[in-house]
């Protein structure tokens, strides 16, 4: 059976301040090249046409 004040707390051996950490930073590094990427393609499409 499921131990279920290990899975409220979660397991031990887990860093999850550093976990959240890097998850955080690559949301925000999706979303920082998503925008850049956008922008080169209105960019191309503006100065190719």
Do not use: C, R, S
Not at 1 to 25: F, V
């Amino acid at each position: 059976m499921a131990n279920h004040q290990t899975a409220a707390k979660g397991h031990p051996d887990m860093d999850y301040a550093e976990h959240e950490a890097t998850y955080k930073l690559f949301v925000e590094m999706t979303k920082w090249g998503t925008i850049g990427v956008v922008a080169i393609v209105i960019f191309m499409a503006v100065t190719l046409l």
